[in-house]
């Protein structure tokens, strides 16, 4: 007879998913739970509830409404979190600019997403000011202060629509939402690859309630390392611009915990900030993490409460065992700009939580495990799906009700990143038999031979093992019967007594060909000698580059 | 500009809410957990899969497709909770049959629902067989046998298209299902008043999945008197044909739980999977419970890690406090058949878990806190919004994605259900400031005198205190003036030495009236006597004839 939809009686409502909905648990809950800003200031939840109305307020009379923008520029702070939940349930765009972008690229993303209004902290003032005249979507300028910044208004060429807290001040402490559609845009920004303009993003209202529930359910509801619940004091160490600081904010309001909103990413406040108000949850990225870890004065914070989830890129095992050293209990978590973020999870499964710390290294260290309502699968470049046997590797591919569903006005890179119907990562994988994902390579670096994959990453840990080996890369060049054909570049060690020659370096392959590790289709044909690699601006390997160095070479 | 609604590039997958993602996760956190039936068979999560698989392929080969019904008759077991799965999956409608129901009922549901196939366990072969040639729309019908059936087929006039297990072993291992709609109807099921015929609520996918991440972010991420998590062991002691079980077969799958499913309600086998399995997860009506801790074997069994969520009707204090000293974790949840039904759980804060267990109970009593995603409001009875002070009574109203959008082909009441886009409970509670819920009333037993509501609960309560008083009701009578006004009606205890008069009775107002707990409107205008009060069928004071018989007495 075909499919049944459900009849609905004229009068009934279907409670659409909108960010609202997230506040009124932790009101119910916790509603006199603290959430702090750096040192300078703390609010209830019922504060928040009443500021976030006020900033609904002081927006709406500024003019904003269903289908504008507003964009913040700011570091971490209660603030961002207001905005969070005040500019999307106005039906508006909450716009998180990227403040780390070159200026013309923060200026391009201002443009592209025609931002109506931008919230700035001081700090970001005079780089505003250097965009006057250039903006123009832009109406209206709102100043945001700290402390630091003392009561006079500072300089600028800018006209300023008011100050932050002063409109608040003046907007009612009551704000009356309207319902409308869940599929209505809440957020958009904006990611930059390699090459081209950044790309805009953008999550629904009911993007956002789903990300909450599927990640809140993943990091509370399955015995693993870390025993999360409401009882939780949260931080940030992702900046708020950056993927909704990966979701959390909204799931740890949900919850009703207490939050503590760091500002500027300062070590002494930060491990200050830890320390007092004993967090016992943060995210960030290994840099961040590498930095406290081998500070002088982490030696006295006591971090054993603290559990941080690792992403951004792959936690190294070194990092990982220094922080377990700490006390710090420290996983992996995995997503990008494109996933809202969170895909996986390294939860260790109850079997594992009995290994020594220094054996979880390695599983705290894999990519993880999908959370709930995450579809996730290998697929070969012809879309064909691989086993999950911990050795067949395959592009990353995901499915799940939190994925953007394109790139803002680029229709052309938006079906590429949806070809087929499920969302490309562009991240090279192989899934084990437990469900662990394990990242190994980003597919542009992954060499294609004769109709396999060859992971360049798994080539170069075998060569940098040499002791004449001081770095190395491998790179697929083309070829006309293979398509690709794997070829390292090597840069010698200089302080060494004999040279190395290509054939010892090749002889290292034989043993793993042998015993199976290693396809033969996978040894480099060549073993190429330079002094030095080529490198990016913030300093990776230029694969891109060394390609063409490496085709220019064999072709002479 | 108006509300901008996110675009979705051509090949943009969004990932409807289905109820077959809610295996995705067990079938990677924990393929090898274990479901278990009675004392007769045990299944991993792998196998769980695989047997849904092959009921799919079995009810396909019957001719089962995409809006089509599936009823199944059957105690709690593991063939229900692979239809729960199968049947949705196959974008098929699970109807889950009353077996308690008289068998015109019950055959009524059959015909309004059109239930194409029938999985019947051979324990109501013989009701159906009453049935036959008054089930027009039924065209197969499946046996479903326990160990205590034997192997020999049942003698029947019905015409079987085979037995469940065979079906099964028929079928191929592996099924491909299609993507489709999350608004299809998943389930459908009948909840009976006291007047008219059955009514038929249904849910979507849709509803089910979010009731599933709502319910189970109450039961695991607040800090409260359990810490249920993916280590539970969970047994089911509310037929599955009662509001998918509350909705908990779904959530505990999800976790990848150990789930036990008892078959009939037998207390020595109930004990028995209690104790061998060490479950710290059921849920039941008061009855049950109350069954479980008077009985003598209660006393051999350890029953300090069970939690146990009481719903159907109110939880007493003393049940309660008995339970407490049983070592149970007992507490209350709220919700109707037409709410999927989870709304409140009387999770206590985590400032009441340090009192001490005697002065718990009151609020493990109370109705609860909404769950996540739940809005719940008071209305009077004009449709106004009522304080949350504990003390202002309305009518419960709610809003949340998971209700029923109406009542199967029945307008009328669809829209009286959903009467100003509210679902009306028909519970009149108190919400106090903490934001726990509390009932006082039926709807239809408060009595609205003045424009105000009066519970006749507490009138009740009042009354039974005195020592003459064996029985009491309050009912509203019709008044011109007033529209309404109490009248209470009781019933004496014959073993009194003295006679109890109208006006010693009355007198136990005034000093409620003087110190404010109680409106001076709300004292009764009469106290009648009786020798008994009209019952209904199952024991209940019937309000309706007592009303009748109260009006008239007064009017003569």
């Known amino acids: 007879m075909g499919l049944r939809l459900i009849p609905r009686t004229q009068s009934a409502h279907d409670a659409p998913l909108l960010i609202h909905r997230l506040l009124d648990t932790p009101l119910r809950q916790s509603p006199d739970q603290t959430i702090h800003y750096r040192d300078e200031r703390t ?51 909450l716009h998180t600019i990227n403040v780390r972008l070159s200026p013309e690229q923060m200026l391009y993303t201002i443009n592209h997403a025609k931002d109506d209004v931008i919230l700035v902290n001081a700090d970001f003032l005079p780089l505003l000011d250097g965009f006057k005249d250039r903006m123009p979507s832009v109406k209206r300028v709102v100043l945001m202060r700290d402390a630091a910044h003392g009561d006079a208004m500072p300089e600028t060429a800018l006209e300023l629509a008011g100050e932050y807290e002063a409109l608040l001040d003046e907007a009612p402490a009551e704000h009356h939402f309207e319902l409308f ?10 990611t930059t690859g390699t090459t081209g303009d950044p790309k805009g993003v953008y999550f629904s209202h009911r993007q956002l309630v789903l990300h909450t529930l599927g990640t809140l359910t993943a990091l509370t509801a399955f015995r693993c390392q870390t025993n999360i619940d409401s009882g939780a004091v949260y931080m940030p160490i992702t900046p708020m611009f950056h993927v909704h600081a990966w979701g959390f904010p909204y ?5 009703g915990a207490k939050q503590i909103y760091p500002g500027r990413y300062e070590p002494a406040m930060l491990l200050r900030l830890l320390s007092e108000h004993d967090v016992t949850l943060s995210h960030c990225v290994p840099t961040i993490l590498h930095m406290l870890v081998s500070s002088e004065a982490v030696k006295s914070v006591d971090l054993s409460r603290w559990a941080v989830i690792i992403g951004g890129s792959a936690l190294p095992q070194g990092l990982c065992r220094a ?56 697929h070969d470049a012809n879309g064909a799906r691989q ?57 542009k670096d992954v060499i294609k031979t004769g109709g ?18 001081s770095e190395v890369a491998v790179v697929g060049v083309a070829d006309e019967r293979w398509g690709e054909r794997p070829v390292a570049v090597v840069v ?37 000698f330079r002094d030095q690699l080529p490198k990016t601006s913030v300093g990776k ?16």
């Not at 994959?453 to 060569?463: I, M, R």
């Not at 007594?497 to 396809?519: I, N, W, Y």
């Not at 390997?541 to 002479?556: E, P, T, W, Y």
């Open 43 to 93: 609010f209830t939840y019922k504060q928040l509830y009443e500021r976030i109305c006020r900033l609904a307020g002081a927006l709406s009379k500024l003019g904003i409404g269903q289908g504008d923008t507003v964009a913040v520029m700011d570091w971490d702070s209660n603030r961002y979190l207001e905005a969070f939940f005040a500019v999307p349930m106005l039906g508006a765009v």
């Open 181 to 190: 559609d869940e599929n209505a845009m809440a957020t958009v920004f904006y």
């Open 251 to 255: 799931a740890m309001t949900l919850l």
């Open 323 to 378: 922080a377990l050293e700490l006390g710090i209990n420290v996983y992996t978590g995995y997503g990008m700009s494109e996933t809202c973020p969170v895909l996986t999870l390294a939860n260790l499964k109850p079997n594992l939580l009995d290994l020594p710390l220094a054996e979880q290294v390695q599983w705290r260290c894999r990519t993880g495990l999908a959370v709930p309502l995450v579809q996730l699968e290998l």
């Open 387 to 443: 086993p999950h046997d911990g050795k067949s590797a395959g592009e990353v591919v995901v499915r799940t009700p939190w994925l953007t569903q394109g790139y803002l006005d680029d229709s052309e890179r938006s079906e590429q990143l949806w070809r087929g119907g499920w969302l490309h990562t562009g991240d090279v994988a192989t899934i084990d038999a437990e469900g662990y994902l394990q990242i190994t390579d980003r597919i």
């Open 452 to 469: 396999e994959w060859v992971s360049s990453l798994e080539l170069e840990n075998v060569l940098s093992k040499h002791e004449a080996v």
């Open 492 to 528: 010698p060690r200089i302080d060494l007594s004999g040279p190395v020659s290509e054939a010892d370096l090749k002889a290292l392959f034989a043993p793993l060909v042998e015993d199976g590790t290693l396809s033969s289709y996978a040894v480099p044909d060549r073993v190429l």
């Open 541 to 556: 390997i230029d694969k891109k580059v060394l390609r063409q160095d490496v085709a220019q070479a064999l072709a002479d």
